[in-house]
Structures are given as structure tokens and as C-alpha cells.
């Protein structure tokens, strides 16, 4: 099985640039000097995917308040990112990595083992990316209700450990 590079806290996050629910490219250095919480997820409109992204839209307040932006990045085409978008009233861009190679870049490109089936796919992952550009925190392990929580806790932390 064939694993791809990941991360880890310290190091210079990879730098990417994908379409977007904004209609711009978008990419790490478009927020430079902000945090950025860059969470990958397997597919929109799915009952794990939709509490995450409902989890990020529902304390973007407190998010923003931190200084930080929210950029969703999964495999689905735009056309599916936008409808996903809509349906939940989601505030914060979805990027697509059709190709998966951000994906593989962050090291969330992983095969999956479903009912015996083996197929590639994204796992869900989260990374904040510090105003420096460095990783400051992976998440591998996400419970996808809990973790929007967990990051902004997290956040604060790391900010005052800035300090």
C-alpha cells in the first residue's frame, strides 16, 4: 500500500492553488499572516461531510474572530461544491482537487478498505497553517460532529502560545 508524504507540525505547509466556490484559485498564500484550518473530506453531501462543514459554517464567527479562514478540499467537481454550498448556506470556500494531487500533497489520499472493497480516497484530515505559513497542528483522527470544536479550542491555544 502506498502511502503519500504528510506535514507534520513545524514544516512549511505545501503550497497549491485550486478552483473555488468563490470562483477564484485559491490557495495558501491568498491568506498569508491569517491561520488558515484546511480541512480534507471524502465527498459532499454526505452525513459525516455535511455535520463538519455545518460544524465550520456554525462557528465561522468565532473562527473569524480568531483570525482565522475555513477552506473545505475534496475530489468533488465545482458543480457539486456549489449545490453542496447552497443546500447547507455554507460561509466559508470549498475547493476542488479533482485530480487529488493537493490531496496527495498533504499526504490524505489514502486507500480505503469498505465491505472489502479496496478503492482510493480522501481521508478526512485537518491542518492548521499558521500565519507564517508553517503547519502548526495535523489532525488524523477526526470524529467529523466534534472536530470543528475541537479545532477552534485548539486555535486559541496555539495562538497564546504565539504570544
Known amino acids: 500500500m502506498q502511502e503519500f508524504y504528510e506535514p507534520k507540525a ?29 480541512y480534507f473530506y471524502p465527498k459532499d453531501d454526505t452525513p459525516g461531510c455535511t455535520a463538519e462543514a455545518c460544524g465550520f459554517r456554525d ?8 483570525g482565522a ?10 458543480t457539486s461544491h456549489d449545490k453542496f454550498r447552497a443546500k447547507y448556506t455554507l460561509n466559508f470556500p470549498l475547493l476542488s482537487d479533482e485530480t487529488a494531487d493537493v490531496a496527495k500533497m498533504y499526504g490524505v489520499w489514502k ?7 479496496r478503492s482510493w480516497g480522501v481521508a ?5 497553517i499558521g500565519p507564517d505559513g508553517k503547519v502548526k497542528k495535523v489532525y488524523k483522527k ?22
Do not use: C
Open 10 to 38: 513545524g514544516e512549511r505547509a505545501p503550497e497549491f492553488k485550486l478552483p473555488s466556490t468563490d470562483g477564484k484559485q485559491l490557495g495558501p498564500k491568498n491568506f498569508k499572516g491569517s491561520w488558515i484550518v484546511l
Open 59 to 66: 462557528g465561522m464567527s468565532s473562527l473569524t474572530g480568531e
Open 69 to 78: 479562514v475555513v477552506l473545505g478540499v475534496s475530489t468533488d467537481p465545482i
Open 111 to 117: 486507500e480505503k478498505n469498505m465491505y472489502g472493497r
Open 124 to 128: 478526512r484530515m485537518t491542518y492548521i
Open 142 to 163: 477526526v470524529k467529523a460532529d466534534e472536530h470543528p470544536a475541537q479545532v477552534l479550542a485548539d486555535l486559541q491555544e496555539l495562538k497564546k502560545a504565539e504570544k
